[in-house]
């Protein structure tokens, strides 16, 4: 077990302390976002040569570089998105009439050069791997697309908890997109398919036919799917899991109180 063991324990503390370290940059004062952004892109430069790098390395370290790169390159997704470099052609709240397809695609506007970025992000991945025998940089980033994907439309449909508290001060609009509600129709499909695709990524992990980077490659990969599906619950049970990241919200409330519809 300890084989496994050690892939599981590094896939959820530099979960943990990524999303920590990303909250403490984007609630940091509005002056520090460009000198963060800069150190953030030099990162994002080093993770695409270790992405290369990994892509032709079959032994364990490949594994663990392709896995930690793939989450810089997120990480800097969601740092351009939330301290506002990247966002979309209207960023702003939405209007109070608008229901259904109008307030989707308002939403929409909101995010849509940041979903291109998503895009090209995940083109420059495959690109890099093409061919190569150790993807499992481009298969992380792809599990963090769409359960990221998955996280925001259930937000936007409704949960029971909104966690608008990680929400920067300057992004506070986007708490009218999101609805407070005890369920919507695509949360038990969420749930259901994360724990099914955690399931089956494990039980590759545990195949006796696995080489050395693929062991370490799906047990991590479950790892995080499996973080992901329980980040979906956390959207739904009374849970206090923004305590998890109270070290990167300091001063902040993390109740989840702050104003959105209902």
């Known amino acids: 077990m300890a084989t496994y063991a050690a892939p599981m324990v590094y896939a959820v503390v530099l979960w943990w302390f990524s999303t920590g370290v990303i909250l403490l940059l984007d609630h940091a004062p509005r002056r520090t976002h460009p000198w963060s952004m800069a150190a953030a892109t030099l990162l994002l430069a080093g993770a695409l040569v270790a992405v290369r790098t990994s892509a032709g390395d079959t032994g364990t370290g490949g594994a663990y570089m392709a896995f930690t790169a793939a989450l810089i390159v997120w990480g800097w997704q969601e740092m351009s998105y939330y301290m506002g470099f990247i966002s979309g052609p209207r960023p702003v709240a939405c209007p109070p009439s608008y229901r259904g397809s109008e307030r989707f695609f308002a939403a929409l506007a909101t995010s849509l050069w940041h979903e291109f970025a998503i895009v090209i992000g995940g083109l420059a991945i495959l690109a890099l791997v093409w061919g190569q025998p150790n993807k499992f940089a481009l298969w992380t980033y792809a599990t963090l697309v769409v359960m990221n994907l998955s996280a925001r439309l259930n937000l936007f449909l409704g949960v029971r908890n909104l966690h608008s508290e990680f929400l920067p001060d300057h992004l506070g609009y986007l708490a009218c997109y999101l609805t407070r509600a005890p369920m919507n129709r ?69 109740d989840g109180a702050r104003g959105a519809p209902d």
């Open 186 to 254: 695509l949360f038990p499909v969420s749930v259901t398919l994360g724990t099914a695709a955690a399931a089956l990524l494990g039980r590759a992990a545990l195949s006796d036919t696995v080489l050395e980077h693929e062991l370490i490659g799906f047990t991590v990969l479950a790892t995080l799917m499996a973080l992901a599906t329980l980040e979906h619950w956390f959207l739904m049970l009374p849970l206090p899991s923004a305590a998890l990241w109270r070290w990167s919200l300091p001063g902040r409330s993390l």
